[in-house]
């Protein structure tokens, strides 16, 4: 209710505001309008920009971008003769005129403007889904967050699950096309974030900080070669157009709450943006309940039963904020800068009763049946610092550019636990432990990128990269002593940490024509990975460096009434993080204990896609993508059973130990099929379906191979009421999944959404509800191994109501800059 009022408040002071801001006549001087259109659909062009020259002038005079309906009106220009030119990503620009315009006349209607796409276009082959929400270029997969509506008051684990071959589990665990192993970017950049908690970090971001989201299935030459299920780079909103302006978003809800703010200024050659924004996830409540068999040799079941029934209280919190400039003296070179910070962290509590059951043999008499209440507790906080400094030069020659960048990001993390088990009344504790642990992440790059084009078609890029990462921690683990009824220093359980890894990189891709129908862009990328280490439990750890060449090719063909089909090769690797290769054993929980492997190597995959796509008259859409991804050296967590497991100076009883292993190969092959269909002028239909099967061999390890068909789909129907007025349903679903253990459980949820515009369009309220009839979602999983059966099952809370107001202010101006110095060079033709 608090919110509720919050926000009733705010809106009323806000109506306060607008009520009182003068009104502008819009007929001062003279006026020039009309409507751009693609020139084979005849749709209107959202967001082409219109600029005004006059006679002899290289800077524009005036300017205006078309609206929803691609119109665009110019007023307040003074007599004169002038020249219109039309320009939008991926159509060829188009200059009109010259037109005389004259006091006499205050109005000149130019009518429908049709543009064509540019021919053969290598950088950008549009998809034109329904509001541009959707675009397919040669590399990515692009999706305009700003034409959302149910992600409205989200954080970016909402707007994820609507991204085409992208899915999201009930954790908030991304895949793309079924691989969880992604490099994620934020404006390009990465960020220790990324590295602590990726659930927490992505729940850190409101959907309304982000402009777009770009999934990488087929990454070139230039990117980074980590990651094997591709990259996924997050776009923060700003704006390079002169003026004032931003946006400011609220959102109060059952179980989640955010709230932004975003500031961006530009005069001349100058401009600066900064943001905040912070988010709760509000304290829920999850049941969890287990079952353990336990075997012996014989199939016998003569370790018993252990079973366990209670709940968790689990709540996460966090802000980012950041600011940045960007500066050009000159129409060659620009400087830019900007800095980040980020907190974020959660708190988790829980207590369950737990029950261990033993026989000496089947059908004998009960060995023992004990009973015991265990109360454990979480908390963790990460605190990130992210920077980056670049220059880039343009050349006369066109496309010709130099970048140079250095970036970096410092991380600090705390995190501690504690765990203690007593009778079942809740006296009479008579084990337990406690830790605290502090780390520190720090990463810097160094970056170079050049390229240079030979004539209009072929283009050579090349460069490099020089990464420095350093990792330390501490954790100390305190264990109760039951006849002091104290928790001394554990030596055997505590953990120490150093961890270095230098990656240096260099590159070179081609892009060129072949054959007059053919688009080819091809390149290869090497690192060198070093990495040393040194561990509490295993002082003098040597990791071994290795070499990767990592090829790419995008062949691209392009066919009359905008068809495009490509095939695409990558080569990707997954470096083991540190906490993979860290032997400690992490005995926080004391019958399912964890530990690294420092004899991991990298997994290593090939992707292969072949692709098409289509756009048809009126909106419509579909992209068709075939995949056979292959990884090597695949890593996975293997969990063992242990009747007793000795640490230090104790000994665990009846526990499963995870270690992650190089269990072999994995192979997926599959299609995803994403389209978009508008029905008439007010309802529009999308619709993302990946269907993939998965066979993994377990190499080393033995057993047979395991094989596992997956499906998942996902709905979104939008109805547009009215202008200002719009309804959406999104509705997503997600198959089980078979890996070499077990099985994963399905995952189901569904999204209403209603969005009302008003003040202009500036200003906007959003209802939203994710599974409104459903409070909880069940997860029932299953895993097996050599001596063990192990049956769980967690009901996590999900349904969620929100409420979100947001309100955009400013105006973009079109401003006729300095003049340059006559020795910069020839300025380009407007």
Not at 39 to 53: D, K, N
Not at 160 to 175: E, T
Not at 222 to 242: C, F, H
Request: glycine residues 10%; charged residues 20%; hydrophobic residues 30%.
């Amino acid at each position: 209710m608090k919110t509720f009022y919050t926000l009733l408040l705010l809106l009323t002071c806000l109506s306060v505001v607008h009520a009182q801001e003068p009104v502008t006549e819009g007929n001062n001087g003279i006026r020039i309008n009309g409507r751009i259109i693609d020139s084979l659909s005849h749709q209107p062009l959202q967001y082409a920009t219109i600029s005004l020259f006059k006679a002899h002038d290289t800077k524009p005079a005036g300017g205006e971008m078309t609206d929803a309906k691609g119109e665009f009106s110019v007023a307040g220009l003074a007599p004169g003769r002038y020249t219109v030119v039309v320009d939008i990503i991926g159509y060829s620009p188009r200059k009109l005129g010259p037109y005389i315009l004259s006091n006499s006349k205050p109005e000149m209607p130019l009518g429908d403007i049709a543009i064509g796409k540019k021919a053969n276009e290598l950088e950008s082959v549009t998809v034109t889904a329904p509001r541009g929400l959707v675009q397919n270029k040669l590399d990515k997969l692009v999706y305009n967050v700003e034409k959302d509506v149910t992600s409205l008051g989200g954080v970016a684990t909402d707007v994820l699950k609507k991204v085409p071959m992208v899915s999201v589990d009930v954790d908030g665990n991304v895949d793309i096309m079924g691989n969880t192993n992604i490099l994620f970017l934020i404006n390009g950049q990465p960020s220790s974030i990324f590295g602590n908690n990726l659930a927490d970090a992505l729940q850190t971001i409101p959907a309304s900080q982000i402009k777009s989201i770009e999934v990488i299935t087929s990454p070139g030459a230039k990117y980074d070669a980590e990651g094997t299920g591709g990259i996924i780079n997050i776009v923060l909103k700003d704006n390079k157009l002169n003026g004032i302006n931003g946006n400011l978003s609220l959102t109060g809800g059952s179980r989640l709450q955010n709230g932004s703010f975003n500031f961006n200024a530009k005069h001349g050659n100058f401009g600066a943006n900064a943001f905040f924004s912070g988010n709760a996830q509000l304290p829920s409540t999850t049941r969890n309940s287990s079952t353990r068999y336990s075997y012996d040799s014989a199939g016998n079941t003569t370790g018993g039963l252990f079973a366990t029934d209670g709940t968790s209280r689990f709540l996460r919190n966090g802000f980012e904020s950041g600011i940045g400039f960007e500066w050009t003296p000159d129409k060659k070179n620009t400087f830019s800068a900007n800095v980040g910070f980020d907190d974020f962290g959660n708190h988790n509590t829980g207590s369950y009763n737990q029950e261990q059951t033993t026989y000496s043999d089947p059908g004998d008499a009960l060995l023992s049946d004990q009973y015991s209440r265990v109360h454990s507790g979480s908390q963790f906080r990460a605190y990130s610092t992210d920077w980056e400094v670049r220059y880039k030069k343009t050349f006369v020659q066109e496309d010709r550019e130099l970048d140079v960048s250095v970036d970096g990001s410092q991380g600090l993390n705390n995190s501690s636990y504690s765990q203690s088990q007593s009778l079942p009344d809740g006296d009479s504790t008579y084990a337990g432990s406690q830790g605290t642990s502090k780390g520190h992440d720090r990463e810097t790059n160094l970056r170079l990128d050049y390229v240079q084009p030979f004539g209009d078609k072929v283009k050579l890029e090349t460069g490099g990269r020089i990464q420095w990462r350093n990792i330390t921690s501490h954790s100390p683990v305190y264990t109760f002593d039951p006849l002091t009824a104290i928790y001394p220093y554990d030596s055997s359980q505590s953990n120490s940490l150093t961890y270095d890894r230098h990656v240096y990189a260099g590159y070179a891709s081609i892009s060129f024509p072949a054959f007059h129908w053919l688009d080819v862009k091809t390149g290869v990328r090497y690192e060198r990975t070093e990495t040393s280490a040194s561990f509490s439990s295993v002082p003098e750890t040597t990791i071994p460096g290795y070499n990767t060449f990592a090829p790419s090719v995008v062949l691209s063909h392009s066919f009359a009434n905008d068809q495009t089909i490509k095939f695409g090769y990558t080569r990707r690797i997954q470096r083991p993080g540190y906490r993979w290769l860290n032997p400690y054993v992490n005995a926080s929980d004391p019958r399912n204990l964890t530990r690294g492997n420092p004899l991991l190597q990298p997994e290593v995959a090939d992707n292969f896609d072949i692709t098409y796509s289509k756009s048809f008259d009126k909106g419509s859409a579909l992209n068709i993508a075939l995949f056979y991804r292959r990884s090597n050296h695949d890593i996975q967590p293997f969990v063992q059973y242990y009747s007793a497991f000795t640490l230090g100076d104790s000994i665990y009883t009846d526990v499963s130990v995870s270690t992650p292993m190089n269990v072999g190969a994995e192979n997926n092959t599959g299609v995803n099929i994403y389209g978009a269909v508008p029905l008439g002028k007010k309802l529009n239909l999308r619709s993302d379906i990946s269907i993939f099967d998965r066979y993994i061999t377990t190499g080393a390890l033995g057993g047979s191979p395991i094989n596992s068909f997956n499906y998942r789909i996902n709905f979104n129907a939008s109805y547009q009421l009215s202008p200002t007025f719009v309804l959406e349903f999104f509705g997503n679903f997600n198959s089980a999944r078979n890996e070499i253990q077990g099985r994963y459980p399905h995952f189901i949820s569904y999204n209403f959404a209603a969005r009302k515009q008003f003040w202009n369009k500036k200003g906007s309220i959003a209802f939203t509800t994710t599974n409104p009839f459903n409070y909880y979602v069940g997860q029932r999983t299953i895993l097996s191994g050599s001596g063990f059966t192990l049956n769980s099952l967690r009901q996590v809370p999900y349904q969620s109501f929100g409420l979100n107001f947001t309100y955009k202010f400013g105006k973009l101006e079109f401003k006729k800059d300095k003049e340059q110095p006559a020795d910069t060079g020839p300025s380009p033709e407007p």
